[in-house]
C-alpha cells in the first residue's frame, strides 16, 4: 500500500459538496468509487484538506489516499482521468511520504470569489460568480478588507453550528481587484492558514455592503471587533467561490 | 406594432439549437413563450439571422420581432431579463425600422471557435471547448487556413443533405491564435458574409488535423480545390462553436 496526494479541479455546480451525509452525488463519493473500480481496491478512502460546500468550486483541492497500486502515478492520473465524470479531473498525481495527510500536513490555503457586476447578466459566467447588478466600488472594498488582514478572531464570519476549538486564524492575504481585461469581473483574493465554516462567503457578503455604499468602508473592522455572527453580512452564494490552492 | 432587434447571449449546452421540429428545448421555443407572456400577445414570431446547432453557443445572437408593445425597448430588456431562464439572456433590445429582418438585412457575421489543447482537460472549460490532447500548432494552422480566404466555392466544407443555391460565401477574415494568458487556448476566428450549413466546424475539423501533423499545410487549399465534401476533415464538436456578432 501506498500514499498518494491528487490534486483535483472540479465544478462545484452538480455536487453536492465533498462530502455529505446523506446519498447525495459528492466528489468524495465520486472519486471514492472511481478509485475502487481502477485499483480494484475494496475500500478507498480519501481525505481531502477541507470540505467544500455543495457549489463551491475547486481549482486545487488536495487529496490524500492510500491506495494499492504499484504502478506509476502517472499511469493512475490517466486510468482517472478516462473514468472521472466530465465534471472532477485529476490534475496531478503524486506518491506521498506515508505520513502525508491532506488536513494535517496543510499548513495554509488560498481562496477565489468572483463577482460579476454588469447590469446585464453573463450567462457565460452564471455558474462561476456571484452577479450583483449594482457597480461596486472594488477600491473601497479593498481598503475595508485590510482590517481582517493578520491574527484575529474571526468568530463573527463564522457560521453558526459549527464549533471549533478556536475561531482564530491568520489572513496572510487579502485583496479585491477587478479584471484588467473584463470591466465587470471582481477578484476577492484570500490566503490563510486556515478557514472557518463559510468565513470566505461571510467576508465577501460583507465587503459587497460596503461596495454598494450600505456601509462604511471601516465597518469590516467593526464586525471583526464585535466577535459576533449577527454583526456580519450576509453569506454570500457558493457559486462565486473558488478553492484555489492548498499549501504543505 | 412595433419591430424590435433583440441581440441575445446563450449556453447552448441545454439547448436544441435555435429551431427543431420535433418537441424540444430550442431558444426560439423559450424566446417566443416569454415575450408572448410579456407582451400579452397570442402569436409571437421571432426570426434569428441563422440558426445555431445544438450545443452552439452565441455572445450575439441577433433576433427581429414584431410585438404589441408600448413601452420603451429598455423596459422589454428588463422585463425579459426576469422571466428568462439562466442559460438565456438578451444582452441588447431596440426598436428597428418595420423592414428590419434578422436574415435578409444581415451584412455578414463572425464566429469564434475554441479549442483546448492541454495534457489535462480543464473542467471549467469542457462545456465551451473542444479538448484535443495532443498540443497543436497553432502558427502552421493559421498559414494554413488563409487559403480559405476571399471569394469562393466552400462545397467541400458544406454538411452533406443541405442544399443551398449557392456554396459560393466570402471570408473576409480567418485567423488561428493562442490566447496570451492561457498557454492551452487556440481561438479560431471567421468573419464572412454567410457560413453554409456546419462550414465553420468543417473548417476547424479539418485545421485540427494539420495542427496534430497528420496533414500538410498545403491541404486546406487542396480541400477547397476539390468542391467535395468527402474531401475534408472531420466536423469538430459543437460545444467549442461561438456565433459572436452579426453585422447589419
Not at 472511481?34 to 481531502?48: F, M, N, W
Request: with cysteine; glycine share 6%.
Amino acid at each position: 500500500m501506498r500514499t498518494f496526494k491528487l490534486t483535483l479541479a472540479y465544478v462545484g455546480t452538480n455536487f453536492a459538496g465533498w462530502q455529505s451525509q446523506v446519498a447525495q452525488r459528492t466528489v468524495q463519493v465520486v472519486l471514492q468509487q472511481t478509485l475502487a473500480k481502477i485499483t480494484r481496491q475494496k475500500d478507498v478512502h480519501a481525505i481531502a484538506s477541507g470540505r467544500t460546500d455543495a457549489g463551491v468550486h475547486a481549482l486545487g483541492q488536495v487529496v490524500s489516499v492510500v491506495l494499492d497500486w504499484e504502478r506509476p502515478a502517472e499511469t493512475l492520473q490517466r486510468a482517472l482521468a478516462s473514468e472521472l465524470p466530465r465534471d472532477l479531473v485529476v490534475i496531478d498525481a503524486e506518491e506521498a511520504p506515508p505520513d502525508f495527510h491532506a488536513i494535517t500536513s496543510a499548513t495554509g490555503k488560498q481562496y477565489q470569489y468572483r463577482i460579476h457586476d454588469g447590469r446585464v447578466a453573463d450567462v457565460f459566467r452564471r455558474q462561476y460568480t456571484w452577479h450583483c447588478f449594482t457597480q461596486l466600488d472594488e477600491a473601497v472594498m479593498h481598503r475595508a478588507a485590510q482590517a481582517l488582514a493578520g491574527r484575529h478572531d474571526f468568530s463573527s464570519f463564522e457560521a453558526t453550528g459549527s464549533p471549533r476549538r478556536s475561531s482564530v486564524r491568520t489572513i496572510s492575504h487579502i485583496s479585491v481587484s477587478r479584471d484588467t481585461d473584463h470591466e465587470h469581473l471582481i477578484y476577492i483574493d484570500v490566503s490563510a492558514d486556515g478557514f472557518l465554516y463559510k468565513m470566505v462567503r461571510t467576508i465577501v457578503g460583507s465587503l459587497v455592503e460596503v461596495g454598494r455604499g450600505t456601509q462604511d468602508e471601516s465597518w469590516i473592522g467593526q464586525i471583526l471587533a464585535q466577535q459576533d455572527r449577527n454583526a456580519a453580512g450576509p453569506t454570500s452564494p457558493s457559486q462565486g467561490l473558488f478553492l484555489v490552492k492548498v499549501d504543505y
